[in-house]
């Protein structure tokens, strides 16, 4: 396979097409290494500027889907749309699958982020060189400056936070209208590692919330990553 070569400029249109799912993620990858590689690249990266925002929370997550969706058998291509319309991308599907009617020949893809609500502060004070110590006890005061004071957490409360952080994006999608066929991305972006018991607990509470809330049956699937550990489940 030929390697992908990629421009250190974002042009999300070159995405803005149907590709076929192994060029795609490999396009990614190289336009994010490039992004890095190139002068004050990591900066525009950590503080998501330019485009670099839809790169991290939206063409990144809907790679990461492809290459567990994908299979033999299954000829995937991929459209990545910028707009603001109510998808992020659509997902093409042909082969053995379509054809024994496992599968259907189109899907749509929309993506939600779960992160800390104050997480651009903690990325600030990355870029500074300013201690920070991550979580709930960071504010930015009146006269600008960023305050972050330490915290005591217990592996409940990473379960209990990631798990209101993720329930909190489904019932913000679930009152919207989605396309019929509708994947759920939902990437987790923890301020902490999560270890492999507390990612199975956090699975449990779902699983559990599901259970009780049905509304989520208006999606044919939910796919949620861990971006750290790469850890991933399908809904």
């Given at each position: 396979?030929?390697?992908?070569?990629?421009?250190?400029?974002?042009?999300?249109?070159?995405?803005e097409?149907?590709?076929?799912?192994?060029?795609?993620?490999?396009?990614?990858?190289?336009?994010?290494?490039?992004?890095?590689?190139?002068?004050?690249?990591?900066?525009?990266?950590?503080?998501?500027?330019?485009?670099?925002?839809?790169?991290?929370?939206?063409?990144l997550p809907?790679?990461?889907?492809l290459?567990?969706?994908?299979?033999?058998?299954?000829?995937?291509?991929?459209?990545?749309?910028?707009?603001?319309?109510?998808?992020d991308?659509?997902?093409?599907?042909?082969?053995?699958?379509?054809?024994?009617q496992?599968?259907?020949?189109?899907?749509?893809?929309?993506?939600?982020?779960?992160?800390?609500?104050?997480?651009?502060?903690?990325?600030?004070?990355?870029?500074?060189?300013?201690?920070?110590?991550?979580?709930?006890?960071?504010?930015?005061?009146?006269?600008?400056?960023?305050?972050?004071?330490?915290?005591?957490?217990?592996?409940?409360?990473?379960?209990?936070?990631?798990?209101?952080?993720?329930?909190?994006?489904?019932?913000?999608?679930v009152?919207?209208?989605?396309?019929?066929?509708?994947?759920?991305?939902?990437?987790?972006?923890?301020?902490?590692?999560?270890?492999?018991?507390?990612?199975?607990?956090?699975?449990?509470?779902?699983?559990?919330?599901?259970?009780?809330?049905?509304?989520?049956?208006?999606?044919?699937?939910?796919?949620?990553?861990?971006?750290?550990?790469?850890?991933?489940?399908?809904?």
């Amino acid at each position: 396979m030929k390697n992908v070569e990629y421009n250190q400029i974002i042009d999300l249109n070159d995405f803005e097409k149907r590709l076929p799912s192994k060029e795609f993620t490999e396009k990614v990858n190289a336009l994010f290494m490039n992004t890095r590689n190139s002068e004050d690249g990591i900066s525009r990266l950590r503080l998501r500027k330019d485009n670099c925002k839809k790169l991290i929370e939206e063409l990144l997550p809907i790679s990461q889907f492809l290459k567990v969706f994908e299979r033999p058998g299954l000829d995937l291509y991929c459209e990545y749309f910028s707009g603001n319309q109510n998808f992020d991308a659509k997902i093409y599907c042909g082969g053995w699958f379509v054809e024994q009617q496992v599968m259907c020949p189109e899907y749509f893809l929309e993506v939600s982020v779960s992160i800390h609500p104050k997480d651009h502060l903690k990325r600030e004070c990355l870029e500074k060189g300013i201690p920070c110590f991550g979580g709930n006890n960071i504010e930015r005061l009146k006269d600008g400056t960023i305050q972050s004071l330490p915290r005591v957490f217990t592996p409940d409360d990473v379960i209990n936070e990631h798990f209101e952080y993720i329930k909190s994006r489904i019932e913000d999608k679930v009152n919207k209208e989605y396309p019929d066929k509708t994947y759920l991305i939902i990437p987790l972006f923890p301020d902490t590692l999560i270890i492999q018991d507390e990612w199975i607990e956090i699975i449990k509470k779902l699983i559990d919330y599901f259970k009780l809330e049905r509304s989520i049956v208006k999606f044919c699937g939910l796919f949620i990553y861990d971006s750290i550990s790469q850890r991933s489940i399908f809904l």
